[in-house]
Nanobody, 121 residues
Framework: QVQLVESGGGLVQAGGSLRLSCAAS????????MGWYRQAPGKQRELVAI???????NYADSVKGRFTISRDNVKNTVYLQMNSLKPEDTAVYYC???????????????WGQGTQVTVSS
């Protein structure tokens, strides 16, 4: 069994900051890419940021320069530091990780339960 547990969401005024965390636990052999996605009401889920096990990052154009993704490979945790938040950043944020559960297995994608981020104007 593998679980991804997110924390750190909440309500913030425009221009403010939040830091999201996502910890993976359970039967884990290794983790490849970890990332954050978001889904606003009436919209499709979209990629926000992703980080490989080697620390290579990629961001959606809409968050470049404002958000920073990082990870702690010892704690199996990924973070998203969100600065200069805008009302259009309001969404449910989901953590995703490509996890291998045994040396004989392949990588499968797992999702967290989501955490609400609301930015007021």
């Amino acid at each position: 069994q593998v679980q991804l547990v997110e924390s750190g969401g909440g309500l913030v005024q425009a221009g403010g900051s939040l830091r999201l965390s996502c910890a993976a636990s359970g039967s884990i052999f290794s983790i490849n890419a970890m990332g954050w996605y978001r889904q606003a009401p009436g919209k499709q889920r979209e990629l926000v940021a992703i980080i490989t096990s080697a620390g290579i990052t990629n961001y959606a154009d809409s968050v470049k320069g404002r958000f920073t993704i990082s990870r702690d490979n010892v704690k199996n945790t990924v973070y998203l530091q969100m600065n200069s938040l805008k009302p259009e950043d309001t969404a449910v944020y989901y953590c995703n990780a490509d996890i291998r559960r045994s040396i004989m297995g392949g990588y499968f994608g797992y999702w967290g339960q989501g955490t609400q981020v609301t930015v007021s104007s």
